[in-house]
């Protein structure tokens, strides 16, 4: 249903949209076994907004692609942004 976006597992990093002009990246840090959690990752993530990071629950369907973490420590040092 979610293709490769449910393959998310722990230890990836990958970006998604704020709804507010900004991306969010993300390191997914737990899964849920399956059941109705199934396709949510537990995460910490970050942005301009939230530059210390911020622990949480995203659902699969909200992660536009997965990042290298290369790139995730580059735009960490770039202030989370692009």
Do not use: N
């Not at 393959?7 to 990246?25: L, T, W």
């Amino acid at each position: 249903m979610y293709g490769l976006q449910s393959q998310v597992k722990p230890g990836d990093c990958f970006m998604s949209d704020s709804g507010e002009g900004f991306p969010v990246f993300g390191e997914v840090l737990d899964g849920y076994p399956e059941g109705r959690l199934q396709h949510y990752r537990f995460c910490r993530c970050y942005s301009v907004a939230c530059p210390e990071g911020e622990l949480g629950d995203v659902h699969v369907s909200t992660i536009l692609c997965r990042v290298s973490r290369g790139l995730f420590e580059r735009v960490r040092e770039q202030g989370w942004q692009l």
